[in-house]
């Protein structure tokens, strides 16, 4: 009767295990095949609204494997300046199959479904975006500094830096598990 009973507790643990198992694999193969895609547009959108907040206009945005590069011009000095920035989408997506099988290991337990994996695509979204945009607005500051483009400020160069390494050491490591976290605690029943 107890071993009966502690079986139909452990069902719930066990079932949320395996289906995070199953989604993975197929959330890692998902992945593989559309990550290329998805880098494109978080890069160039990111890319775009760097352009809003830095002095310069995006002039070339390029692909050589899963590296896509934004070619930015300042423009305040003439077009012979030039300034590369190569993102890696690997960098920043690593997580996201993993991130995708915790949700799904979380479904029996989520109530408003529909909301909390739309809450969830958007906050992966965004920290992606914020990574790309924090890793150029970071790039093109220092570059500005250091060519004379714009005077030192060390309060602009701390900004950026912190951002940028909050972002990739912080944020993008725990993603899965801020983002499992975040829905966790709000829609779960």
Known sequence: M?????????????????I????????????????DIYGNGITYTAS??????????LREFK???????????PLRHGTDILIEI????????????LTLAILSAMFMSIRRRLRAYIEAALMLIFIHILYV????A??????????????PNILKTGFYQFLWSFTDNMVIRFEPFLIGFYIYLRHSG
Do not use: C
Request: glycine letters at 4%.
């Open 2 to 18: 107890q071993m009966n009973k502690r079986l139909h507790q452990l069902k719930p643990g066990l079932s949320a295990l395996l």
């Open 138 to 151: 970071k790039e093109i500051t220092d570059v500005f500094m250091e060519m004379g483009l714009s005077q």
């Open 86 to 97: 190569p993102v890696r989408t690997s960098n920043y997506t690593f997580n996201a199959p």
């Open 20 to 35: 995070f198992l199953v989604s993975y694999l197929v959330f890692l193969l998902m992945w593989l095949q559309v990550k």
């Open 63 to 73: 692909q050589e494997g899963d590296i896509y590069s934004a070619v930015f011009m």
């Open 48 to 57: 775009k609204a760097v352009t809003a907040i830095k002095e310069v206009r």
């Open 133 to 136: 945009f924090s890793l150029e």
